[in-house]
């Protein structure tokens, strides 16, 4: 039931699953891996607003985390078809596999993607070495994203 629940609801939001957003600036990237370090309000707000430019909305959930080790998260889904949510991920250093529904997605330094949480999706880090990531989520919108 829930792969016809899914496909209706894409239909009718016309949400995909996974893009690529584009590159990044290297301010942007430079900015993200400092917050590790030391927050600074001013480089948060630039972050936000040059990622809310970029997709055309405004994101919630925003954290910056960064890993030294490898790693595959389990699989998540949002069952909830109602309202369309997407996770965003900004890599800012080292690299990552996006599994959505079996297929992966290589996302390097720089890159903007997100996925559609009613997706099946995964991380996994084969990286050797750090990796820095911006998190985020969005409501999807047809009239605004796409």
Not at 19 to 30: F, L, Q
Not at 51 to 79: A, H, M, Q, Y
């Amino acid at each position: 039931m829930s792969k016809i629940a899914k496909a209706s609801a894409n239909k009718k939001h016309n949400v995909p699953d996974f893009r690529i957003v584009g590159k990044t600036t290297p301010d942007i990237v430079k900015k993200i891996n400092q917050l590790v370090i030391e927050k600074k309000a001013n480089d948060v707000i630039s972050i936000i607003d040059y990622i809310n430019n970029r997709l055309s909305t405004k994101i919630t959930n925003v954290s910056v985390d960064t890993w030294s080790d490898g790693f595959t998260t389990e699989w998540k889904r949002n069952p909830d078809y109602s309202t369309p949510i997407c996770a965003v991920f900004l890599v800012s250093k080292g690299s990552v596999v996006i599994e959505v529904d079996k297929r992966e997605y290589n996302v390097g330094q720089g890159e903007l993607c997100f996925v559609n949480e009613w997706s099946n999706h995964r991380l996994i880090n084969r990286s050797v070495g750090e990796l820095t990531m911006l998190l985020a989520q969005f409501v999807w919108n047809k009239e605004e994203n796409e």
